[in-house]
């Protein structure tokens, strides 16, 4: 009776160590890029030594994510979404998504109402953390990469330094940008000056952190996509996504 009592033991423990390791396998294969070592999950190396492009795209996800999902994957390279909350089945299969094929789902405001986010620091807080909490039930990853709405230069606060100690004090990585496409200023421009816009910055500096923005408005932003990442690599840049070793672009910082 006692070495069939033992049997048993042995093979309930076995059976723990093995779900043990399931599980953990599991998370591992939804882990964001930021929250693995280097850039994309690798680490750092004299192949991403060069000049490196950041793409993002803010404010999604909308019903262009799909599609720039699927031109990101065609070109095998990795961005960062900056998403909303949005509550419709299609935006939670598209939280999913980003991260399952390795892209890093950043942080940018539950509510994206300007003079709601903003009425105080006790407003900014609870909303950044019920966006946390709703992308970590939808995905089992915790983000903490974030872009303020406006980004950190934005006119609707005075003073951006309570709130820039805030996201501090969680921990989170904040990041603006150094080129950008001009999307959401106006939705009529072509595929290709979008393009220009970027490639005109880009080819300025060695390391651009790139911003766009999934909207349903935005369209010519997926539409130019596929022939900006094309250009981008045959003109030697690293096409990469945001990770918690990349040398953050702030607009205003309090680091000194």
């Not at 909303?127 to 915790?142: G, Q, R, S």
């Not at 501090?168 to 979008?194: E, R, T």
């Not at 970027?198 to 369209?219: C, N």
């Amino acid at each position: 009776m006692k070495k069939k009592i033992l049997g048993y033991m042995v093979i309930l423990l076995l059976m723990a160590g093995f779900s043990m390791q399931i599980n953990s396998q599991r998370v591992d294969q939804l882990k964001i890029a930021s929250q693995q070592e280097g850039e994309g999950g690798l680490l750092e190396s004299s192949a991403v030594q060069g000049k490196k492009v950041y793409l993002t795209f803010d404010d999604g996800p909308s019903d262009q994510t799909g599609k720039i999902l699927d031109i990101l994957k065609k070109n095998n390279v990795k961005a960062t979404f900056f998403v909303i909350g949005k509550k419709t089945e299609t935006a939670k299969k598209m939280y999913r998504r980003i991260v399952l094929e390795g892209h890093t789902l950043g942080m940018h405001s539950y509510s994206h109402n300007y003079d709601q986010i903003y009425s105080s620091v006790d407003a900014f807080g609870k909303d950044l953390k019920k966006l946390e909490k709703y992308l970590y039930d939808m995905t089992e990853v915790k983000p903490f990469i974030y872009r303020f709405p406006g980004g950190s230069s934005n006119s609707c606060v005075q003073d951006i330094t309570p709130y820039i100690q805030f996201v501090k004090k969680q921990g989170w990585l904040y990041f603006d940008w150094n080129a950008l496409s001009g999307d959401a200023l106006d939705f009529n421009v072509s595929a290709d000056q979008l393009n220009a816009n970027i490639l005109k910055d880009v080819r300025k500096q060695k390391v651009s952190v790139v911003l766009m923005h999934d909207l349903h408005e935005a369209g010519n932003t997926a539409e130019g996509l596929d022939s900006l990442i094309k250009t981008l690599k045959k003109e030697g840049y690293q096409v990469l996504p945001i990770t918690k070793n990349t040398k953050q672009i702030q607009h205003v910082s309090i680091d000194k």
